[in-house]
């Protein structure tokens, strides 16, 4: 499971896509979903949104 | 009118009717939510292999440190649920595990500060509570729970089951605590648990409180997850003020639905009002049928974005990804995105809506 960038919208908060394993998305959230940052404080990163 | 009081009856009046217990509480008396296991919003009586602190029966989450250790179902093996119960929620080992020390398998259900604010847990004035429900287990023995406050404060507690595969209802009375740090917020202020097996690092003494990390049993209690094949089944689960179990609250579906959709909202093939602020996306609002416990940080969908599409002045399309949650999201209502591979006219009205009957959207507000 990863989470990745979706494209910015100005004047909006960052919005994260989690991919599961099966590499389908099933959530998203902001940064301040807790599984999101406790996933970030396993020392993960997001990925860049798509260009 | 005559009124009479008996050691048998308690009060008997004139018409024949009679009281036998004190009046305390009678409705919402359970600071329990879905104590009966009757909400399944998230999987709707089906089968689930749980991963850590995923949500079954609405509001029971199930704790663990190894995965695919159980499965988890709504009525798991379709027995009849104790007279006066339609549900109960079961979960079935799926090997013979041994714990290590640092093992833990559970479930539990984190209540929320603001009700339990009166019990005043953590000072001189802690009110005792009294913890029951229905129990029904293929193994027998001494099992183990726990109540705290998921971090620094815990009491195991311990009941036995004496006969296999009968439910058995089990009563457990917790003098509160006078220290320890207890939420009286929207935060997590009690977390009950029942244990399916856990190691020494999550087991201590039963029946006293301990100034201790996270303890979910006492020591040596049943391990559900030893046992291939071994069920666990509970509901009317009940945890009231004072020192006697009266009998279940019951209260009105829709009531519990709405006390779960603080947490937990799913909306499945529902329509939602939107225009498109740009040519290829459309936003619209979802409201919440009550106001949740915090604003949700993410939203839930099937993972197929062609399961939702946009009807606009030119009909239908369907989504090229996953609608996403977006801002402003408040704990009144969800802002939802949907993309489309279409030239929407700017500002133009449109209806965003799941394609499939059974997508929806959902949002957490769990603690």
């Given amino acids: 499971m990863i989470y990745k960038m979706l494209p910015a919208v100005e004047g909006e908060p960052q919005i994260y896509a989690r991919i599961d394993d099966d590499g389908l998305c099933r959530l998203t959230c902001t940064e301040d979903y807790q599984e999101f940052k406790d996933w970030l404080a396993k020392g993960n990163t997001p990925e860049p949104a798509d260009e | 009118m005559t009124v009479s009081i008996n050691g048998t009856n308690g009060l008997v009046f004139n018409d024949g009717s009679s009281q036998a217990t004190a009046a305390t509480g009678f409705g919402f008396k359970n600071r329990i939510i879905n104590g009966a296991m009757v909400i399944d919003q998230r999987n709707a009586g089906a089968s689930v292999t749980p991963i850590a602190q995923q949500y079954l029966c609405d509001r029971w989450k199930f704790g663990l440190t190894a995965a695919s250790k159980f499965t988890a179902q709504q009525n798991a093996g379709s027995v009849t649920p104790p007279a006066g119960f339609t549900n109960y929620l079961g979960v079935t080992s799926s090997s013979a595990y041994s714990v290590s020390s640092s093992d833990v398998f559970y479930l539990a259900q984190a209540i929320e500060g603001l009700n339990i604010s009166d019990l005043a847990w953590g ?13 029904r287990s293929s193994l027998t023995g001494t099992f ?7 971090g620094t404060t815990n009491y195991p507690f311990s009941y036995t089951i004496s006969s296999a595969n009968t439910w058995e209802q089990k009563t457990i009375t917790i003098v509160g605590p006078t220290s320890g740090t207890f939420a009286t917020t929207s935060a997590a202020g009690i977390l009950l648990s029942f244990s399916l097996g856990a190691g020494s690092t999550y087991s201590g003494t039963a029946g006293a409180w301990a100034i201790s990390s996270f303890i979910v049993q006492p020591t040596g209690a049943t391990s559900v997850v030893g046992t291939s094949g071994a069920t666990f089944y509970i509901t009317g689960v009940q945890l ?17 639905l709405a006390l779960c959709q603080r947490y937990y909202y799913k909306s499945i093939f529902a329509p939602i009002s939107g225009y498109s602020p740009t040519t290829s996306r459309a936003d619209g609002t979802v409201v919440f049928p009550v106001p949740m416990r915090d604003a949700p940080a993410a939203l839930e ?22 609608p996403n949650i977006a801002s402003p999201t408040t704990i009144h209502g969800g802002y939802v995105r949907f993309n489309c591979p ?6 133009q009205g449109c209806l965003m809506a799941p394609y499939t009957t059974g997508a929806y959207l959902a949002w957490s507000a769990e603690l």
């Fill in chain 2, 123 to 135: 000072t001189a004035n802690a009110a005792t509570v009294t913890l029951s429900f229905w129990v």
């Fill in chain 2, 144 to 150: 183990g729970g726990s109540v705290g406050n998921n």
């Fill in chain 2, 240 to 256: 009231e003020k004072g020192s006697t179990a009266t009998s279940f609250d019951y209260r009105p579906y829709g009531a519990e």
């Fill in chain 2, 301 to 322: 969908t099937t993972g197929t974005a062609s399961d939702y599409g946009v009807y606009f002045q030119s009909g239908g399309v369907l989504c090229n990804s996953i």
């Fill in chain 2, 342 to 347: 279409v030239s929407f006219s700017i500002g």
